[in-house]
């Protein structure tokens, strides 16, 4: 994938030594509440310093479903009315509704972000790995090489977990930006999952479909898992999926690899100070359950905009509790009975529309639906571990 470049928005050297906000991370989230500062008339924004390690970043497919009207609309690249599911014995393709599968590249993202916040005066950028964070005598500042620099509020995106936490997994994958030789795709449709190859000889993984046109799609092998896999693993279940699934043939554009952490978030979020915020996958932001978090940290980011203008409490963590005790479970679920997931999934998708269950994964569900789900479920192994019990 091309690299988005950041360097040549940034400055070396930073513009003073005091600011109203420190963002630390010109990333997902830090870019996010960024923009928000900027835009928000009823904050008496003076000054805001954001500092990046990174002179480039990766290429990120970064998908989300939302209905159709949201602050980002405008970079959406492509979007998918339905979504398919497969597991041996289940098929699933289902509308969406008033939802979408949509889809942003992280580099329209940094790019549109970043040319906004330039526009801005009030806006410094300093390009500059950051070594620590500190409230001493009650001045919060970041330490870098190139000095100190203090603010009354500092947010910062740079994960102080996960590892230490459990259960924690890894969702890893690798996927090919594909063209194939003929029309093969349904332009409609995102699949999100398809357990058709799973097997015992792996650790828990699937295959998710982009499709862009009827010739072009990303195709991505994902695994959960707690350790990550040779490359030549993902290469050989996406050739093996191509060849059963797709097959005519195809040339490779590009390529997608990332891993993302899946973890709750640590009890207490604000260590050093009550100005000292956390952000992003640091606040919690990556759903421990799905690896996803742009619409979270759009929630996120309103949250801490009502915050600053006295509207509403902080939240800590960005989920409730209830969802946090689900995520624990999934996971816990998924570290001990991998072999059990396809089933347990198929479960979840032959039970229940789609659409209630990306609801539910937006954390947007009563307890009496959330009941339902679970009802819905084969509980032996949910009981198994509710109970603790190994085997
Ligand atoms: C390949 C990939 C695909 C993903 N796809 C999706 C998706 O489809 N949908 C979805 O919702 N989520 C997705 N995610 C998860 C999540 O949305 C992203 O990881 C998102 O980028 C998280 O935002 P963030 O701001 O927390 O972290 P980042 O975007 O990683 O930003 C953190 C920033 O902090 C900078 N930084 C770190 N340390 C320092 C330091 N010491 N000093 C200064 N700067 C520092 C980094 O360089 C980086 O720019 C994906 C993740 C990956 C890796």
Not at 96 to 119: E, K, P, T
Request: hydrophobic share 40%; aromatic share 14%.
């Amino acid at each position: 994938m091309n690299n988005g470049c950041l360097g040549t928005h940034y400055s070396f050297i930073p513009m003073r030594t005091h600011y109203q906000y420190i963002i630390v991370g010109a990333g997902c989230a830090g870019l996010q509440l960024a923009v928000a500062l900027v835009r928000e008339k009823n904050l008496s924004l003076e000054s805001l310093l954001i500092v990046e390690a990174a002179a480039t970043h990766e290429e990120k497919t970064w998908c989300f479903w939302y209905p159709k009207n949201h602050l980002f609309e405008h970079l959406v690249k492509k979007s998918w009315k339905n979504i398919a599911f497969s597991a041996p014995g289940v098929s699933v393709k289902e509308d969406l509704q008033s939802l979408r599968y949509q889809y942003i590249s992280s580099v329209d993202f940094y790019q549109d972000q970043l040319s906004l916040l330039q526009q801005d005066s009030r806006v410094d950028f300093l390009f500059e790995p950051v070594q620590a964070i500190s409230a001493d005598s009650g001045i919060n500042q970041v330490v870098t090489a190139k000095g100190n620099i203090s603010a009354e509020y500092i947010f910062h995106s740079q994960p102080s977990y996960p590892v230490s936490e459990k259960p924690f997994l890894w969702q890893h994958f690798l996927g090919w930006e594909i063209e194939t030789a003929t029309d093969v795709f349904d332009v409609d449709t995102a699949t999100m999952m398809d357990f058709s190859l799973s097997d015992t000889t792996h650790p828990l993984f699937f295959h998710y479909i982009l499709p862009f046109s009827s010739r072009r799609a990303l195709v991505e092998c994902t695994f959960f898992s707690e350790n990550l896999c040779e490359k030549e693993v993902y290469e050989q279940l996406l050739s093996q999926y191509i060849a059963k699934f797709i097959p005519v043939p195809f040339t490779i554009l590009t390529k997608e690899v990332g891993k993302i952490p899946m973890s709750l978030p640590p009890k207490k979020l604000i260590a050093e100070s009550s100005t000292i915020i956390p952000i992003g996958t640091a606040a919690g932001c990556i759903k421990a359950s799905t690896g996803y978090s742009f619409t979270r940290g759009m929630k996120h980011t309103q949250a801490i905009i009502g915050w600053l203008k006295k509207e509403n409490e902080l939240p800590h963590p960005v989920s409730a509790k209830r969802f946090l005790f689900y995520d624990r479970l999934f996971l816990t679920l998924i570290q001990r009975y991998p072999q059990q997931m396809p089933g347990i999934f198929a479960s979840l998708f032959k039970n229940n529309r789609v659409a209630f269950i990306l609801q539910f994964l937006a954390e947007q569900t009563n307890l009496f639906q959330e009941a339902l789900i679970f009802i819905r479920l084969p509980k032996r192994y949910f009981i198994k571990v509710l109970l603790n019990r190994t085997k």
